[in-house]
Structures are given as structure tokens and as C-alpha cells.
């Protein structure tokens, strides 16, 4: 049972392009997590879904970013025309059902130039 | 004031020590749990709890919930157990609300 993947491992863009960031649960979890840790600070939440729907939104930034969890493909996380501040390692993670154990992906840094 | 403290910020340690990591939290939760970030950013879930007391190997986590407060212990500790071990506190909604996490440096 493959882990959760995530896709790139690493995404260079210049200021004002798009990154999309890729999140593949686990076999037979339909509860994704999104989280930001900026350099040099704490992880911290942004969007939880569920097949379909977004349960919690309450972390995203109001503007540039969204996420969607389709039913069929992975959960991608949207940032449009990014600036340097979006510069930092996004992880995702899954869960067979809410309230169980998450489990983590190795992360996408973004870096923006 | 965060919702969730996490002491000491840094640890050093000789190997073999017995570590404890402390975590408190000022929110209602349903579960806590203490995940490891290792050097190359990876991160991994080590326990999950809502009462009592987990073991893994030598690691050890309890929890009081009355005084909200979690412990993260290593027994004979390894210069491998150097990382970040990071405490989360889960809300309602089933998102984690992560404290800063603690630098753990095992020397040999």
C-alpha cells in the first residue's frame, strides 16, 4: 500500500505564475489535509476535504488559493499568480475517516523567484 | 498566546538519555498527536491519542486531558532520534493545530 504521494517535489515559479500541487491519499482514504510551513516556522492548517467537498476552509488565504478534491485523480491545491511570500514547503495528508490518524506526504516546496 | 505550547524549543541530549518533551494546549480537542519531522522535511505520525497512555518501541506518549497537557518520552535515546518532534492538537473539524515543535539533537 503505497503512501501518500505528492507531485512535484519541488516547483520553481517566477512571481504572477500558477502552481498547482498534487496530493495522491492513501488506498482507501477519502479525507485530504492540506498544510503550509513557511521557512523557519510552524506547519500550519489551510483546507480540509473530503471527496467532492471542502469541509474546512477556515486556513486558506481569501484570495489566489484554492484546493478541489474531484472524484476521481489526486487533490490539488491551487495558487495563482503567486508571490515570493507563497515560498515554502506545503504537505498533504490522509485519512481513512475524520477523526482518524493522519498520515503525511513528503511535501512540495514551492519556491518562487 | 498559541493554542498550542510545546517545551523545551531545543534539546541536546547524550545518547542513551531519557528524553521528555512537553506539549500543552488551551483548545477543546478530540485527539493529540505528536508527529516527527526529520532533518530532509519528511514528516511521520508517531501516535495519535485521546486518553492515557501509547507505546511504540521507545518512544512513549501520554495524555491528561483534565490538564491538558501531552508528554512525548524517548527511552534510550539515539543520535537517529534527532529531529523535530512536533505536538497537534486536533480540532472538531478534524484539522491539527501544530505547536512549534522541539529540536531534539541526540549526540553520540
Known amino acids: 500500500n503505497a503512501g501518500v504521494m505528492q507531485n512535484p517535489r519541488h516547483l520553481v515559479r517566477r512571481r504572477g505564475q500558477e502552481a498547482r500541487l498534487r496530493c495522491s491519499p492513501m488506498?482507501?482514504?477519502?479525507?485530504v489535509y492540506w498544510y503550509r510551513q513557511l521557512p523557519e516556522e510552524g506547519l500550519k492548517f489551510m483546507v480540509y476535504?473530503?471527496?467532492?467537498?471542502?469541509?474546512?476552509e477556515s486556513g486558506m488565504p481569501k484570495e489566489r488559493f484554492s484546493a478541489e478534491f474531484p472524484k476521481e485523480g489526486p487533490s490539488i491545491l491551487r495558487i495563482q499568480q503567486v508571490v515570493r511570500g507563497d515560498s515554502a514547503a506545503y504537505f498533504c495528508a490522509s485519512s481513512p475517516q475524520g477523526g482518524d490518524k493522519q498520515y503525511f506526504g513528503p511535501g512540495t516546496r514551492l519556491t518562487v523567484t | 498566546k498559541n493554542e498550542v505550547e510545546q517545551s523545551p524549543q531545543n534539546l541536546t541530549a547524550q545518547e542513551g538519555e531519557f528524553i521528555t518533551i512537553n506539549c500543552s494546549y488551551s483548545?477543546?480537542?478530540?485527539?493529540l498527536h505528536w508527529l516527527q519531522q526529520h532533518p530532509g522535511g519528511g514528516i511521520v505520525s508517531l501516535f495519535m491519542l485521546s486518553s492515557g497512555k501509547k507505546k511504540h518501541g521507545r518512544l512513549i506518549a501520554t495524555i491528561n486531558i483534565q490538564e491538558k497537557h501531552s508528554s512525548l518520552h524517548i527511552t534510550a535515546s539515539h543520535p537517529r532520534d534527532s529531529a523535530v518532534y512536533i505536538c497537534a492538537a486536533r480540532g472538531s473539524q478534524g484539522n491539527l493545530i501544530f505547536g512549534k515543535g522541539t529540536k531534539l539533537s541526540v549526540k553520540p
Open positions: 488506498k482507501g482514504h477519502s479525507h
Open positions: 476535504l473530503q471527496k467532492e467537498n471542502i469541509i474546512d
Open positions: 483548545v477543546g480537542i478530540s485527539a
